[in-house]
T-cell receptor
Framework: KNQVEQSPQSLIILEGKNCTLQ??????????LRWYKQDTGRGPVSLTI?????NTKSNGRYTATLDADTKQSSLHITASQLSDSASYIC??????????????FGRGTSLIVHP | EAGVAQSPRYKIIEKRQSVAFWCNPISGHATLYWYQQILGQGPKLLIQ????????DSQLPKDRFSAERLKGVDSTLKIQPAKLEDSAVYLC?????????????????FGEGSRLTVL
């Protein structure tokens, strides 16, 4: 059964500090891994996508890493801002052929940034 | 480009009543998903359509939930009869059917969700 585990479940940090969120997965056959940001009351929005051959990808203050051997990914947020307060969801997609994908969602990490 | 449209945004019903949610995906997106998100948890897939065919509905409680995408465009999710534990946000998402390995393939674009409260 495909699974995605995220840690920590919740995190509270002070504005300006860095933090790292973790994602472990068992998804086969692996196609890609995405990190989504979900603001309260909104739908999730994609931050980064990583395929099998990619180790690191950045999007502004967000940097995602992928270790396909250990099946782990991390999302590092640098110099956090109040607007970073949100839920961060790791989604790993399995390719099922014909251009179709089945994504498996983690439960998310709830990040709160305090001033 | 218009995003994924969902309605209604909020719905309050009593248990045993019925409710329907509507979703219009991004134009050209062949794949449509319905997710249930309970407060504090990640989205849980209910059903995935490819055009008007069902790819995965293994987690859809078929005794009370039904979904259709008759013309391969917009979709309706129905709950009848509703239970207290159905209180959640129902998210609709769509994605392109893309080439294997191509960048940005399979990105899910979500609507704002429909928040259901069952009393």
């Amino acid at each position: 059964k495909n699974q995605v585990e995220q840690s920590p479940q919740s995190l509270i940090i002070l504005e300006g500090k860095n933090c790292t969120l973790q994602c472990n997965y068992t998804v086969s056959p692996f196609s890609n891994l995405r990190w989504y940001k979900q603001d309260t009351g909104r739908g999730p929005v994609s931050l980064t996508i990583m395929t099998f051959s990619e180790n690191t990808k950045s999007n502004g203050r967000y940097t995602a890493t992928l270790d396909a051997d250990t099946k782990q990914s991390s999302l590092h947020i640098t110099a956090s801002q109040l607007s970073d307060s949100a839920s961060y969801i790791c989604v790993v997609s399995a390719g099922v052929g014909g251009g179709s994908y089945i994504p498996t969602f983690g439960r998310g990490t709830s990040l709160i940034v305090h001033p | 480009e218009a995003g994924v449209a969902q309605s209604p945004r909020y719905k309050i019903i009593e248990k045993r009543q019925s409710v329907a949610f509507w979703c219009n995906p991004i134009s050209g997106h062949a794949t449509l998903y319905w997710y249930q998100q309970i407060l504090g948890q990640g989205p849980k897939l209910l059903i995935q359509f490819q055009n008007n065919g069902v790819v995965d509905d293994s987690q859809l409680p078929k005794d009370r939930f039904s979904a259709e995408r008759l013309k391969g465009v917009d979709s309706t999710l129905k709950i009848q009869p509703a239970k207290l534990e159905d209180s959640a946000v129902y998210l609709c998402a769509s994605s392109l059917r893309g080439l294997a390995g191509a960048p940005n393939t399979g990105e899910l674009f979500f609507g704002e969700g429909s928040r259901l409260t069952v009393l």
